[in-house]
Nanobody, 124 residues
Framework: QVQLVESGGGLVQAGDSLRLSCAAS????????MAWFRQAPGKEREFVAQ????????DYADSVKDRFTISRDNAKNMVYLQMNSLKPEDTAVYYC?????????????????WGQGTQVTVSS
């Protein structure tokens, strides 16, 4: 199994940047597709971005595709989400997730492992 721990969240103003980190345990990290989801107050959990095994294949939600960048460092068992030009509507708890099988990438049900989440709050 894989254990995931997110970090890097915080309170920022609109236009600021944050980089979220997700640390994974185990030696099979490179075999997993990694993703970020987020859940705002009163809303369902939604897909943000994913990155496949090679690190060269990524997908983004339309709401973040021009501002966020997902990356991974398999040697360090880390995945990152660089968030630029943050907006108040980006406010949410951000979750790191992992899956090892082919699945619908934007569905939370497709993922095997989840971190505890890290809060990102963007003020106007």
């Amino acid at each position: 199994q894989v254990q995931l721990v997110e970090s890097g969240g915080g309170l920022v103003q609109a236009g600021d940047s944050l980089r979220l980190s997700c640390a994974a345990s185990g030696r099979t990290f490179s075999s997993y597709v990694m993703a970020w989801f987020r859940q705002a107050p009163g809303k369902e959990r939604e897909f943000v971005a994913q990155i496949r095994w090679s690190g060269g294949s990524t997908d983004y939600a339309d709401s973040v595709k021009d501002r966020f960048t997902i990356s991974r460092d398999n040697a360090k068992n880390m995945v990152y989400l660089q968030m630029n030009s943050l907006k108040p509507e980006d406010t949410a708890v951000y979750y790191c997730a992992a899956r090892s099988r082919s699945a619908v990438y934007y569905s939370p049900m497709s993922y095997d492992y989840w971190g505890q989440g890290t809060q990102v709050t963007v003020s106007s």
